[in-house]
């Protein structure tokens, strides 16, 4: 055993290739490995914060990522923590900072609904570590494993449609963890040593990928994949750390999936402008319809395995352990594995809790998404807790897709007042459509919520007579209905009409 005190860990754990920065490699060097947890085994690390049980800081940043700052600065990286900052400062300054780092940034309610695609300065971002830093002219992909011809590609060649037919495809990425609030507000579930961020209805967004079908370059680089290869990994340039352990970023798809044309996609642009940094450049995959997860950015080596990846991140993580299962029982072996997204949506507008004054019509907007190829057939959206729905009428709604989102929203007729519950359900083109409570599909990692998104409005309907006169009083009062629990400082009934209305009916029966 070497001892950790004599190492120099800036040579250790010096950066593999020039024009890489940022990007150490960790899978090839099992030494390296070992070296890098015996440090880490080493060293005392600040506790991951516990805010499943308390409200969330209302900061932004929400949440401060000390312990992974701390775990790439024993080992020389802290270059990497300070960059992918830089990174965050230049290319996402206006998203909802969640935790500064590993960086995660949700869209704000505004920017979800600017339009059909997000715009690349709003898309939200889910990192498990640091932003490398690659120049595109020195970049090449590794393809290796169970294929015929093991290549590396340059970017230029990969680039070159003369080499690689191109195919641009409308995709909505969302994370598993989007609208994981709703698991954590109902029952506490997993933490984990990267915080399982507590993201809002904002964890998704749709862009236009341009690349080269995963499945074309297998085919015309590497000769086609060996009889056993069943599936494809994906490995990324950033360090991902687990129990004090050091990994690159690796999940993996099955090649049933990679198979489907243009379904995986090895991405260089989004939007028409070349990929940002914080998405992956220069290169990523996009997998269309699963979640967020297997979208592997920074992608230097594809590798064709006859089983799933071995990585943390497909094996140990992203799994789904139905209600009972928990604390107390869960191993890797009995989570079933998140792959294909479910159907879910989310209400927009308005906000949870707000004072609508309307005239016999509350106005919704949101989303709406399923994966697997599915797209979405019908939104629903009710005003009494989910006993009478309201379809969205197709006019109110974005163009269908395959594999993105629909955007939409309605008018529902709402006569009732006070406080009413409203919720949203989706029906795919398979006839799934959502769980009705957060309970019936709560899971303790706390992943893909897809009950029904509701919230609580406090209807004030001005065509009634007496709520339009209220109003008017308030007005006159310099006062207002929106400030609900602000109590009105006049009296809300002269004596007069009081006595009378006291005496035609009075509060006591008679005999
Ligand atoms: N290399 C690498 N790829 C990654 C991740 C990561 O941390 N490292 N995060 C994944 C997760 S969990 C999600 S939800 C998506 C988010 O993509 P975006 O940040 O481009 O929106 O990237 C995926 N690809
Ligand atoms: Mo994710």
Redesign the pocket.
């Known amino acids: 055993m070497t001892d950790t005190e004599n190492i120099d860990i800036k040579k250790a754990f010096a950066e593999e290739k020039l024009g890489w920065r940022g990007y150490v490699e960790w899978e090839k060097y099992p030494e390296k490995k070992e070296l890098a947890t015996r440090i880490l085994n080493k060293s005392k690390f600040t506790p991951i914060p516990e805010f499943q049980f308390v409200p969330l800081p209302d900061t932004n940043p929400v949440l401060i990522g000390h312990r992974w700052k701390e775990y790439h600065e024993v080992l020389g990286l802290k270059h990497i923590v300070d960059f992918s900052w830089e990174t965050v400062q230049k290319e996402k300054p206006d998203l909802i900072h969640l935790l500064d780092f590993?960086y995660n940034g949700e869209t704000t309610r505004e920017q979800l609904m600017e339009g059909k695609i997000t715009s690349n300065k709003y898309?939200?971002?889910?990192?498990?570590?640091g932003v490398p830093d690659i120049d595109e002219d020195v970049f090449e992909l590794e393809v290796g494993g169970l294929v015929k011809n093991p290549v590396k590609i340059p970017m230029k060649d990969l680039k070159d449609p003369s080499k690689f037919p191109q195919a641009e495809v409308t995709v909505t990425?969302q994370?598993?963890g989007t609208r994981r609030i709703e698991q954590i507000r109902e029952y506490p579930g997993d933490g984990d040593e990267l915080i399982n961020a507590p993201w809002g209805e904002g964890?998704i967004?749709t862009a236009v990928y341009r690349g080269v079908p995963l499945k074309k370059v297998l085919k015309i680089a590497c000769g086609g994949i060996l009889p056993e290869c069943k599936h494809l990994e994906f490995i990324?340039?950033?360090t991902y750390f687990k129990k004090n352990n050091v990994f690159n970023?690796a999940v993996s798809v099955p090649w049933r999936k990679v198979r489907a044309n243009e379904e995986v996609l090895l991405a260089w642009e989004m939007n028409g402008e070349p990929l940002p940094k914080?998405?992956?450049y220069p290169l990523r995959v996009v997998v269309t319809g699963h979640?967020?997860?297997r979208?592997?950015?920074?992608l230097y080596r594809v590798n064709a395995l006859a089983e799933p990846s071995m990585g943390p991140v497909q094996r140990q993580e992203y799994l789904y352990f139905t209600p009972q299962v928990g604390k107390q029982n869960s191993k890797y072996s009995n989570g079933f594995s998140i792959q294909q997204m479910p159907v879910s949506s989310a209400i927009i507008f308005p906000l949870d809790k707000k004072v609508i004054v309307h005239d016999g019509k509350i106005t919704l907007k949101g989303w709406a998404y399923s994966g697997g190829g599915n797209w979405v057939q019908r939104v629903e959206v009710s005003n009494d807790g989910g006993s009478v729905w309201y379809a969205v009428n197709e006019e109110n709604m974005t163009q269908k897709h395959y594999h993105a989102w629909r955007l939409w929203s309605i008018d529902i007729p709402t006569d009732a007042e006070g406080w009413l519950e409203f919720c949203v359900r989706t029906w795919d083109s398979s006839n799934n459509t959502e769980p009705t409570f957060v309970r019936s599909a709560w899971n303790w990692d706390l992943h893909v919520t897809s009950s029904c998104h509701r919230i609580k409005i406090y209807s004030v309907n001005r065509t009634r007579p007496e709520t339009a006169k209220r109003l008017k009083l308030l007005e006159e009062h310099g006062e207002d209905i929106y400030n609900l629990s602000h109590p009105p400082e006049f009296s809300l009934e002269p004596l007069d009409e009081y006595l009378a209305q006291y005496r035609k009916y009075p509060r006591e029966p008679e005999d």
């Open positions: 590993p898309h939200f971002i889910r990192n498990h570590g990425l994370c598993s964890a967004g990324g340039a950033d970023y914080i998405h992956g979640i967020g997860a979208s592997c950015k920074w």
